[in-house]
T-cell receptor
Framework: DSGVTQTPKHLITATGQRVTLRCSPR?????VYWYQQSLDQGLQFLIH???????AKGNILERFSAQQFPDLHSELNLSSLELGDSALYFC?????????????FGEGSWLTVV | AQSVTQLDSHVSVSEGTPVLLRCNYS??????LFWYVQHPNKGLQLLLK??????LVKGINGFEAEFKKSETSFHLTKPSAHMSDAAEYFC??????????????FGSGTRLQVQP
């Protein structure tokens, strides 16, 4: 158990809908990251928050947004869902932002868009 | 920009034989390198990491990796494969320039099969 908690574990929704994925980082970790894993794209970095502030954006679509709250949990909002958004979404956390800091991953949220 | 190339998409070994998963990286700065493992329907688990200390890094479950700067490689090895090692393995790089806007760059993964 990495200590990173993601909910829900599985989600099935229809095209055009909006969903929210939630992440609780490990106790004491200030950095939260979101990644998307799909068969055709592999593991893609979406966005990074540190202590409530956005620090880096990766290949995140404009239909997607995220935030990190004062209690350090984070939410990833996916809207106007398309079939291609079906993927495993990982949240990860680390203590800070040093390149050597270990990043711990949650077990992911499986999103299926039908 | 940093990048990672995992040279084999699939590796198949027999139980009890050595494992070698190959990884080459590209980084303009001093890199930190990681190997993560993903078992089916599970999250990513850190196996080991290199952060400019000893070049031979020992990880969990008997895995180790050697950082070779001259070859820009960070291959993962294990002397004797176990059935439970069957999983997807990811080589990951993070370089020193990325401080403040941290993002890991993942390789495409190597699926390890272990035959009985």
């Amino acid at each position: 158990d990495s200590g990173v908690t993601q909910t829900p574990k599985h989600l099935i929704t229809a095209t055009g809908q909006r969903v929210t994925l939630r992440c609780s980082p490990r106790s004491g970790d200030l950095s939260v990251y979101w990644y998307q894993q799909s068969l055709d794209q592999g593991l893609q970095f979406l966005i990074h928050y540190y202590n409530g502030e956005e620090r880096a954006k990766g290949n995140i679509l404009e239909r997607f947004s995220a935030q990190q709250f004062p209690d350090l949990h984070s939410e990833l909002n996916l809207s106007s869902l398309e079939l291609g958004d079906s993927a495993l979404y990982f949240c990860a956390s680390s203590v800070a932002v040093s390149p050597g800091n270990t990043i711990y991953f949650g077990e992911g949220s499986w999103l299926t868009v039908v | 920009a940093q990048s990672v190339t995992q040279l084999d998409s699939h590796v198949s070994v027999s139980e009890g034989t050595p494992v070698l998963l190959r990884c080459n990286y590209s980084s303009s700065y001093s890199p930190s390198l990681f190997w993560y493992v993903q078992h089916p329907n599970k999250g990513l688990q850190l196996l080991l990491k290199y952060t400019s200390a000893a070049t031979l890094v020992k990880g969990i479950n008997g895995f180790e990796a050697e950082f070779k700067k001259s070859e820009t490689s960070f291959h993962l090895t294990k002397p004797s494969a176990h059935m439970s090692d069957a999983a997807e393995y990811f080589c990951v790089v993070s370089d020193a320039r990325d401080t403040g806007r941290r993002a890991l760059t993942f390789g495409s993964g190597t699926r390890l099969q272990v035959q009985p």
